[in-house]
């Protein structure tokens, strides 16, 4: 499927998994909707690809925890990026790696509040659109961290097994439609992920990939875009990705 001239909106570009996909659907020729809560990162970005490749951007400062601030934005869409073809459910976060009894109960509210209440909120907005004109794709990152569970992990876990939940339920919801739902479950990509999981630690955060080749955020931009441009009958449900050193949450190998 072409994605020339179509409408990709990415939340949390500003960084990581979601900037690299605005560089690969830019690439692709595809108009973006770049959002995130640092604005000025998303409109640097816009501009540079808008620069690259002669594509449109609309850059906005979003929380996607914050209802009423989501419901206003995608209501007030210009009008040249109202109609989203392709949304990618991918602002995310975890926040601490301590045990559940000793956990910041104010770090378990900003994940769950991000990754499941953030993406619903999204997700309400954008849908309905896609189903009026009956096209459309819905690509949500999960994470492995949707298919099992780690010591520390259990609040964040608990928001991916949540995502992977909503991806199957809205793909059902959708049967009698053409729209598609997908969900990329990567493991260890190294982003600012981890420097924002233990509360800008750098050092603590570098550890994380230490010793083996992590997966790049660009590889997992490739493969959603390999998602996203399927042809229309094809819709790929799940797929998982793992660096080749790493086959399970702490089974890595390492060469330190
Ligand atoms: P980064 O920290 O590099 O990027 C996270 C992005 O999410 C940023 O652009 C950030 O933007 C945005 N974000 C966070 N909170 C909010 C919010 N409240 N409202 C809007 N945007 C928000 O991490 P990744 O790129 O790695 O993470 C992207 C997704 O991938 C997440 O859902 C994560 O759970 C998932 N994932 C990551 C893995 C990894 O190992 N890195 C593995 C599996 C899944 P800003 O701060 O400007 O708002
Ligand atoms: C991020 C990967 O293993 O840190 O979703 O949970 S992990």
Redesign the pocket.
């Known amino acids: 499927m072409k994605l020339s001239g179509k409408i990709a909106c990415i939340?949390?570009?500003?960084?990581?998994?979601?900037?690299a996909c605005a560089e690969s659907f830019a690439a692709a020729g595809c108009n973006l909707i770049l959002?995130?809560?640092?604005l000025d990162?998303v409109e640097e970005l816009g501009e540079i690809l808008r620069d690259k490749y002669g594509i449109k951007y609309y850059a906005g400062k979003?929380?996607?925890?914050n209802r009423d601030e989501v419901e206003r934005f995608f209501k007030n869409l210009p009008k040249d990026f109202n109609e989203i073809d392709i949304l990618i459910n991918?602002?995310?976060?975890?926040k601490g790696m301590g045990p559940l009894y000793e956990n910041e109960i104010e770090d378990w509210e900003i994940m769950i509040d991000?990754?499941v209440k953030?993406l619903l909120y999204v997700s309400r907005a954008v849908v309905p659109g896609m189903v009026e004109r009956d096209r459309g794709h819905i690509i949500n990152?999960?994470?492995?961290?949707g298919r099992g569970t780690y010591p520390g992990g259990s609040v964040y876990t608990a928001t991916?097994h949540a995502v992977n939940a909503i991806t199957n339920s809205l793909r059902k919801d959708l049967t009698n439609t053409e729209i598609r739902v997908s969900t990329i479950?990567?493991?260890?990509?190294?982003?600012?992920?981890?420097?924002?999981r233990f509360d800008g630690d750098k050092e603590r955060a570098r550890k994380v990939y230490e010793g083996f080749q992590p997966?790049l955020?660009e590889d997992i931009a490739e493969t959603i875009l390999f998602v996203a441009t399927r042809p229309p009958h094809v819709t790929i449900s799940d797929v998982v990705i793992y660096p080749t050193a790493q086959s399970d949450f702490h089974l890595v190998n390492r060469k330190n």
Do not use: M, W, Y
Request: charged share 20%.
């Open positions: 939340t949390g570009a500003s960084a990581g998994i979601g900037k959002l995130a809560r640092r990162r979003l929380d996607v925890r991918n602002a995310g976060l975890a991000t990754n953030g990152i999960g994470s492995i961290a991916k479950d990567p493991a260890f990509t190294e982003t600012e992920f981890s420097i924002v997966l955020a």
